[in-house]
């Protein structure tokens, strides 16, 4: 027997009762017209896998099914959108996946074969840890379309030179294109946040660093960051950056801001070449 007729989302929301928690970073995107949009982001998504993190009452899951992907797998650690989530699960049984687990903790490429892309609006409390994950193994996606605050986001695609550079654009800039696809006011969300929200759009590189290049990254923008209005030679001296910066041939009294995507990359080079011989 088919299940009955799928209710709107406030429909349901309404039935199960679900608000937002501020401590889950929760703010619930309800506009079918925007979450189409944002699932659009990925393309054609007949032939991919897409990993949603954060579903919440699932507006989202919704516009990705409806976008005809060949699987979502919905990683939600809120046991309160559950049933949400196993109401829509019972319309699309071959697609949709609960994963009802902290995304925290979890290998995401590992919950589905490739190819697959990573669409989802992010709880702002981890967002940024999240996406250092995912960066981390950049090559098992085929391209990621997340929501941020507008703050995060400007950090994730800022150029050289400019206030919102620092660690978290070079690491993602290093491993893949990235660029803002869609602003989005606080109106928009239930409970409105104070803050404006964007989706950056995130395509991997096709060749992507070493496990041991990107923890050499990581090490190098964390000390360049760490005290950036410090010029790198005593920024990045608990690191033997005097060395670094004689080999790599940048001037010491710079700043990290100063500094490109393939400088911070001859920079990390070097330093893995220090640490194995």
Known sequence: MAPPAL???????????LDALKTLGQHFLLDPTLC????????NLTDYH????????????RALLQSGAKSVQAVEIDRRAWPLLEELQAHYPDQLHIIREDALKLDAAQLTPA???IIANLPYNVATPLLVGWLRQAGQWSRMALMFQKEVAERVCAAPGTSAY????????WCADCSIALTLPPGAFSPPPKVHSA???????????????????EQVTAAAFGQRRKMLR?????IKGNILLEETGIDPTRRAETLSIAEFDSLARCHLNQKSS
């Open 7 to 17: 209710p709107s989302l406030r429909e349901s929301i309404r039935t199960h009762g």
């Open 36 to 43: 189409m949009r944002i699932a659009a982001l990925g393309g």
């Open 50 to 61: 897409v990993v949603e993190v954060g579903p919440g009452p699932g507006g989202l899951t």
């Open 115 to 117: 190819p697959r892309q």
């Open 166 to 173: 620092g660690r978290l654009a070079v690491l993602s800039q």
């Open 199 to 217: 989706v950056a759009l995130i395509i991997p590189h096709a060749e992507q660093p070493s496990q041991a290049l990107f923890k050499a990254m």
């Open 234 to 238: 005593a920024a990045l001296k608990p």
